[in-house]
């Protein structure tokens, strides 16, 4: 007889409660080389709508948006200044 069935049964409950009533976090810092897209990324998830004339990120760009039950802290690193 399996021994691990009804622990994981219960582990699988307690997950789908959790999943009903705690909202999810996620925090990214986004990197890359320049005009990736890495600013059009952010503006694409933020505001679902996609602008050409995106200026270059200097220093970096910090934005909070939430998408069902996750909330993501985004973190857009650009060209450092000299």
């Known amino acids: 007889m399996d021994n691990n069935k009804p622990l994981g049964f219960f582990e699988k409950i307690l997950e789908w409660i959790k999943s009903l009533f ?38 970096f760009n910090f934005r909070k948006l939430k998408k069902g039950k996750v909330e993501f802290k985004l973190w857009d690193l650009g060209k450092l200044l000299n």
């Open 22 to 59: 705690f909202n999810k976090e996620l925090e990214l810092a986004i990197l890359g080389i320049q005009n990736a897209g890495k600013t059009t990324l952010v503006n694409v998830m933020a505001n679902n709508q996609f602008d050409e004339d995106t200026i270059p990120t200097i220093g």
